[in-house]
C-alpha cells in the first residue's frame, strides 16, 4: 500500500515558478514509477510527466516540455515537480501518482495504482 500526498501549491503570475512534492509512504516507494497529472474545470485528467523508479528515464507531456522537470528523492520517499515559466493554461488540479508497472502506457490514467489528494495551482496573466 501506498499513500501519497502532494503540497506546493498556490496562486501565482505567469512567468514565476512553482515547486510541487509529492511525499509517499511504504517500504516499497522505490520500486514503483511516479507521476503527474492535472486536471483543469470542465476537463479530464491529463498526463504530464514521469518518472521512473530508478530515475533514470523521464517522459513529459509536449505541453510542458521544456519548463516542467520530474525527480525524486527515494531517500526522503519524495518526488517533486518543478514548474518554471508558469503559464494561465497551466492552471489545474495537480495529482500524483504511482504504478508498480514499470515500463509502457505512462499517459493512461488506469495504468496507475495509487493517487494522491491533488494539490491546485493557479496562474494568473
Known amino acids: 500500500q501506498v499513500q501519497l500526498v502532494e503540497s506546493g501549491g498556490g496562486l501565482v503570475q505567469a512567468g514565476d515558478s512553482l515547486r510541487l512534492s509529492c511525499a509517499a509512504s511504504g517500504r516499497t516507494f522505490s520500486s514503483y514509477t511516479m507521476g503527474w497529472f492535472r486536471q483543469a474545470p470542465g476537463k479530464g485528467r491529463e498526463f504530464v510527466t514521469t518518472?521512473?523508479?530508478?530515475?533514470?528515464?523521464?517522459y513529459y507531456a509536449d505541453s510542458v516540455k521544456g519548463r516542467f522537470t520530474i525527480s525524486r528523492d527515494t531517500a526522503k520517499n519524495t518526488t517533486y515537480l518543478q514548474m518554471n515559466s508558469l503559464r494561465p493554461e497551466d492552471t489545474a488540479v495537480y495529482y500524483c501518482?504511482?504504478?508498480?508497472?514499470?515500463?509502457?502506457?505512462?499517459?493512461?490514467?488506469?495504468?496507475?495504482?495509487?493517487w494522491g489528494q491533488g494539490t491546485q495551482v493557479t496562474v494568473s496573466s
Open positions: 518518472i521512473s523508479w530508478l530515475g533514470g528515464v523521464t
Open positions: 501518482a504511482a504504478r508498480r508497472r514499470l515500463a509502457g502506457a505512462y499517459a493512461r490514467t488506469s495504468t496507475y495504482d495509487y
